[in-house]
C-alpha cells in the first residue's frame, strides 16, 4: 500500500494525497519521508503548475504517530541523541519543502489538523478547509511545548500573536468557521465541496504567467523574513522588473484586454 498518492486530476494540476486513513495520516516516517519525496518530485515537473494536498479518511494530518512512528533511515550507531535530531530534521524537511517548491501549494484540509498536521497545513501557501475541519496545537496537551515545525514563526504571522499565544498556550480546538474568522484559512466549504473549490483555484492560478506567479510566491514568504520595507522592496521591485523586461506579458495582457478575449502568457 502507497502511504502517498499522485494524481492529475485537472490539466497542469497535480493532487498529492496523504493516504494512511486509518491513522488519520499521521506523521509516521513511512508517511512523511515519501511526502517530502513526492514534492521534490512534483516541484520538478514541469507541466504542473498548482499543487493540492489532503488527506485521505477524515483526517488531513493527525501530527505525529505515537503508536507506530516507522523506521527512520541512517540511524544505525546513533545514541538516542543523535536519532532525535536526525528525527526532527527529516520532519523540518518536509515543511522547508512544501515552502521550496516552485509551484503554490494549496492544502484541501478535509478532517483534523493536529499538531504536527497544523503545521503541515501553515506551511502550504494557500488552506481552505472542509466545514467540519478542525485545527489543534496539540503539543501542549501533550505536557510537551505546542511549538515544533515551525509552528510559532508561522502561526503568529499567519493569524496575529495574540490569537497564536492564546491557541497555541491553551491547546484548544479551533473550528473551521473560526478558522475562516481569523485567517487561518481562506474560507470553509461543504466537504463535498472541498476539493472541486481546491481545484477550480488552482486553474484559475495555472492560466497566469508561470515567472509570475513562481516569484509571487516567493515574494510573499520573502516578506515574512524581511528586515525592513524598504529591503523587501527592493526584492519585489527586481522580481516585476525580471517580467515586465524579460517577457511579453504585460504586451499581451494590454492587448487580450482590448480584444475581449483571456491573454495567453507565453513567458
Same mark, same amino acid.
Not at 501542549?140 to 495574540?162: D, F, H, K, V
Not at 506567479?213 to 525580471?242: C, P, V, Y
Given at each position: 500500500m502507497?502511504?502517498?498518492?499522485?494524481?492529475?486530476?485537472?490539466?497542469? =494540476?497535480?493532487l498529492?494525497?496523504?493516504?494512511?486513513p486509518e491513522?488519520?495520516?499521521?506523521m509516521?516516517?513511512?508517511?512523511?519521508?515519501?511526502?517530502?519525496?513526492?514534492?521534490?518530485?512534483?516541484?520538478?515537473?514541469?507541466?504542473?503548475?498548482?499543487? =493540492? %494536498?489532503?488527506?485521505?479518511?477524515?483526517?488531513?494530518?493527525?501530527?505525529?504517530?505515537?503508536?507506530?512512528?516507522g523506521?527512520?533511515?541512517?540511524?544505525?550507531?546513533?545514541? =538516542?541523541?543523535?536519532?532525535?535530531?536526525?528525527?526532527?530534521?527529516?520532519?523540518?524537511?518536509?515543511?522547508?519543502?512544501?515552502?521550496? =517548491?516552485?509551484?503554490?501549494?494549496?492544502?484541501?484540509?478535509?478532517? +483534523?489538523? &493536529?499538531?504536527?498536521?497544523?503545521c503541515?497545513?501553515?506551511a502550504?501557501? &494557500?488552506?481552505?478547509?472542509?466545514?467540519?475541519?478542525?485545527?489543534?496545537?496539540a503539543?501542549?496537551?501533550?505536557?510537551?511545548? +505546542?511549538?515544533?515545525?515551525?509552528?510559532?514563526?508561522?502561526?503568529?504571522?499567519?493569524?496575529?500573536?495574540?490569537?497564536?499565544?492564546? &491557541?497555541?498556550?491553551?491547546?484548544?480546538? %479551533?473550528?473551521?468557521?473560526?478558522?475562516?474568522? &481569523?485567517?487561518?484559512?481562506?474560507?470553509?466549504?461543504?466537504?463535498?465541496?472541498?476539493?472541486?473549490?481546491?481545484?477550480?483555484?488552482?486553474?484559475?492560478?495555472?492560466?497566469?504567467?508561470r515567472?509570475?506567479?513562481?516569484?509571487t510566491k516567493?515574494?510573499?514568504?520573502?516578506?515574512?523574513?524581511?528586515a525592513?520595507?524598504?529591503?523587501?522592496?527592493?526584492?519585489?521591485?527586481?522580481?516585476?522588473?525580471?517580467?515586465?523586461?524579460?517577457?511579453q506579458?504585460?504586451?499581451? +495582457?494590454?492587448?487580450?484586454?482590448?480584444?475581449?478575449?483571456?491573454?495567453?502568457?507565453?513567458?
Amino acid at each position: 500500500m502507497s502511504f502517498v498518492l499522485i494524481d492529475k486530476p485537472r490539466p497542469h =494540476v497535480t493532487l498529492i494525497t496523504l493516504n494512511r486513513p486509518e491513522r488519520m495520516n499521521a506523521m509516521a516516517f513511512d508517511v512523511m519521508i515519501p511526502f517530502r519525496e513526492a514534492l521534490e518530485e512534483v516541484g520538478r515537473d514541469n507541466d504542473t503548475r498548482a499543487i =493540492v %494536498v489532503t488527506g485521505a479518511g477524515r483526517g488531513f494530518c493527525s501530527g505525529a504517530d505515537l503508536e507506530s512512528p516507522g523506521r527512520i533511515p541512517g540511524i544505525e550507531g546513533l545514541t =538516542v541523541s543523535s536519532i532525535a535530531l536526525r528525527s526532527m530534521e527529516l520532519l523540518d524537511d518536509v515543511i522547508r519543502a512544501m515552502r521550496k =517548491v516552485h509551484q503554490p501549494v494549496i492544502a484541501a484540509i478535509n478532517g +483534523a489538523a &493536529i499538531g504536527g498536521g497544523l503545521c503541515l497545513s501553515l506551511a502550504t501557501d &494557500i488552506r481552505i478547509a472542509a466545514e467540519g475541519a478542525y485545527f489543534r496545537a496539540a503539543g501542549i496537551n501533550n505536557g510537551l511545548t +505546542a511549538s515544533e515545525l515551525g509552528l510559532s514563526y508561522l502561526l503568529p504571522r499567519a493569524i496575529g500573536s495574540s490569537r497564536a499565544f492564546e &491557541i497555541m498556550l491553551s491547546g484548544r480546538d %479551533v473550528d473551521a468557521a473560526e478558522a475562516e474568522r &481569523i485567517g487561518l484559512v481562506s474560507r470553509a466549504v461543504p466537504a463535498d465541496k472541498l476539493l472541486d473549490e481546491c481545484f477550480e483555484l488552482a486553474e484559475r492560478i495555472v492560466n497566469f504567467s508561470r515567472p509570475g506567479i513562481e516569484l509571487t510566491k516567493r515574494m510573499l514568504w520573502s516578506s515574512l523574513d524581511a528586515a525592513s520595507l524598504n529591503a523587501h522592496m527592493d526584492h519585489e521591485g527586481l522580481a516585476q522588473l525580471f517580467v515586465r523586461l524579460t517577457t511579453q506579458n504585460f504586451e499581451e +495582457a494590454i492587448k487580450a484586454r482590448k480584444e475581449n478575449r483571456p491573454p495567453t502568457f507565453r513567458d
